[in-house]
């Protein structure tokens, strides 16, 4: 089952060619309110139980039903269908919490090496690997010169969007690389490994798959580190994450299943953090965050409710073991991703792990990114003191401390 392609505001809104529109959804499309009063009223009793992870399986069929009933002019027997689900959400149950499974092997296969502009004293490869019976590509970066016989701590990158590694952010990267850290990013699965079409012998890579936002990408994720763990110069069996937008939904994920091993996480602006609030935005005819969300719900509503669980890191927060810093641009308060925000810090607290929660003022969501900007340098300072504490580079710099 995949939880199908998903909208950022890293570029602009992605629309992807194949998705289709459920039955009965097409007007919901253009829409953002809700005409009928008693369609609204159910969707309103829809949402705390499954913000809150409960089983409304029979009162959401109900609402599709009625969906399809009302976009054939069939009001009455739509308005008939929308009272039924309103009498079916009590007593209800929890959702089952997904179970993982380990993180999956794999071997780096070096294809090209590459130059940063303006560092000389990183290096940077193109890799290949294999997974699931797919073909991934990243980056791998770390510092050209290194102590003989060191193992070098290392961070995972997810990247945001659904457009590969974006080049541009190469050398923000290489900033972190040269203090002391092995850098691994994958592209993830469906997606070109770069923003641009740059060759790699001689061929411009994408990785096989489709793109899920499911398990699969935070497969890729762990898969790449645990064939970075066999390098020599790496530190075994413990990374960190540095993650934003889509990237950083699944980096938070994929901390969460390596437990103990994930000794940090840096998180900028994570999308889909409680992919339940967005599913029900949709519902309520609000802001379109998730342009496939029709797509998704041509799942029977059973798989639907499990794919939201499995996405949901505020559905398993609990996993999470490392200490965890979360910036979001302050531009856009009120938005669904602050309410996702707010929804994993009050699951946070109530398992006692440790966090910061940083909103950037002016920030947009996609201020990482602009590198040398106010809200870019704040964040950065930010992030540095936190690495150095909770997982510092092998040559950190007095100054940087």
């Known amino acids: 089952m995949r939880l199908l392609k998903y909208f950022f505001i890293v570029i602009a ?20 309110r809700i005409e009928n009063a008693v369609e609204e009223k159910l969707v309103n009793a829809i949402k705390q139980p499954l913000l809150d992870g409960l089983d409304v399986k029979d009162a959401l069929q109900d609402w599709f039903d009625g969906r399809l009933l009302d976009s054939q002019d069939k009001t009455a027997a739509a308005v008939k269908k929308w009272q039924e689900g309103l009498t079916k959400l009590k007593d209800l149950k929890p959702l089952p919490i997904p179970q993982w499974k380990p993180i999956p092997d794999a071997n780096l296969k070096k294809l090209q090496k590459f130059k940063i502009t303006g560092h000389s004293d990183v290096t940077m490869f193109v890799v290949q690997w294999e997974v699931d019976k797919l073909t991934q590509y990243g980056i791998l970066m770390y510092p050209t010169t290194m102590e003989d016989g060191a193992e070098y701590p290392l961070i995972l990158y997810c990247h945001g969007a659904a457009f590969g590694v974006p080049v541009n952010f190469c050398g923000w990267l290489a900033e972190i690389a040269k203090r002391g850290y092995v850098i691994i990013g994958p592209a993830m699965r469906g997606e070109p490994l770069f923003q641009m079409d740059i060759p790699v012998k001689g061929e411009v890579r994408t990785c096989e798959g489709d793109i899920e936002n499911l398990d699969g990408e935070v497969n890729d994720c762990l898969s790449m580190v645990a064939a970075a763990w066999k390098l020599p110069f790496v530190k075994k069996n413990e990374f960190a994450m540095i993650g934003h937008s889509f990237g950083s939904g699944v980096g938070l994920l994929a901390a969460a299943r390596a437990n103990e091993q994930c000794k940090a996480v840096v998180s900028y602006d994570a999308w889909l953090v409680n992919p339940q609030r967005f599913y029900w935005d949709r519902m309520a005819r609000r802001a379109n965050n998730w342009l496939s969300w029709a797509d998704f719900c041509n799942h029977p509503v059973e798989e639907q409710l499990a794919g939201l669980m499995t996405r949901s890191i505020v559905h398993n927060a609990q996993k999470l073991k490392s200490p965890l810093l979360f910036f979001i641009g302050g531009a856009y308060q009120g938005s669904v991703f602050h309410q996702s925000h707010d929804d994993l810090h009050k699951r946070l607290k109530a398992f006692n792990i440790p966090y910061t929660y940083e909103i950037v003022p002016d920030g947009s969501h996609n201020f990482v990114l602009y590198e040398g900007t106010a809200p870019a340098l704040h964040a950065l300072k930010i992030q540095t003191e936190f690495l150095n504490k909770h997982y510092p580079p092998l040559n950190t710099k007095k100054e940087d401390k």
């Open 13 to 32: 809104a992605v629309v992807f060619a194949g998705d289709t529109i459920r039955p009965g959804l097409e007007p919901t499309e253009n829409e953002y």
